[in-house]
């Protein structure tokens, strides 16, 4: 049976793409001999599907990665509905079962954040928690993280979401400090009761696979799955 992981976060700008890369560049360097998938179940606008198809070669179309794609970069309900499309999740689902049987291991990128609406009646928590995807939640490194992780991680217990853990991310360089000081780590943990797996640094250079690879192996492999 396929690993499958969705990464999801506090909001739109938490990292979830770049953390997602860092993981594919990870198995794709130390464990190239497993099958990996990724997959970004509702698009809007350019952006995340585009860019793994720019650094990966994987043995999947993009309808697979992106079952689901709008044009407008808004929340998917507002964007479905400016092309007089639905959303039909029936799609989603049946593409998610073909890359498990598929794949050894799937990473599945949320769209927005666990509150984000997916259709008028459901967000990502919704569809996380029913779909039960063992899910982790990416954190940005910035003053207000705590309480993003405290609001966050009440919402995943509230739609019974497997929350494997909490990954931090950087979006501008801090020092060991700053670090510290915005998101520490054990009071964070204090107040959540969930484990933070890591905190990945700011990377000039998004696209730089070896890179990527180099942080996603800092990570806490053991307890992601």
């Known amino acids: 049976m396929s690993k499958t992981l969705l990464i999801t976060g506090t909001d739109t700008g938490a990292g979830k793409t770049v953390v997602t890369t860092a993981l594919a560049a990870y198995c794709l360097k ?106 982790i939640l990416v954190v940005s490194v910035r003053l207000g993280a705590i309480a993003q992780a405290v609001a966050n991680v009440a919402l995943a217990r509230q739609a019974k979401i497997n929350l494997r853990g909490i990954i931090l991310n950087c979006t501008q360089h801090y020092t060991d400090e700053e670090n510290a000081d915005l998101s520490p780590s054990d009071l964070i943990e204090s107040f959540t009761h969930i484990p933070v797996l890591g905190c990945l640094p700011y990377l000039p250079d998004a696209t730089n696979l070896e890179e990527l690879a180099n942080v996603g192996a800092s990570l806490d492999w053991e307890r992601l799955f």
């Open 30 to 135: 130390y464990r190239p001999h497993s099958s990996l998938g990724i997959m970004k179940p509702i698009q809007s606008g350019e952006g995340d599907r585009e860019t793994y198809q720019q650094l990966f070669t994987l043995n999947q179309s993009a309808e697979e990665m992106t079952p689901l794609y709008f044009q407008a970069p808004l929340a998917p309900p507002i964007a479905a509905a400016k092309e007089n499309r639905s959303i039909d999740l029936g799609i989603v689902w049946q593409t998610l079962l073909k890359l498990q049987q598929r794949h050894d291991l799937l990473l599945v990128e949320s769209l927005g954040g666990l509150g984000s609406p997916v259709t008028d009646e459901l967000t990502v928590a919704d569809l996380a928690g029913e779909w039960r995807l063992p899910t």
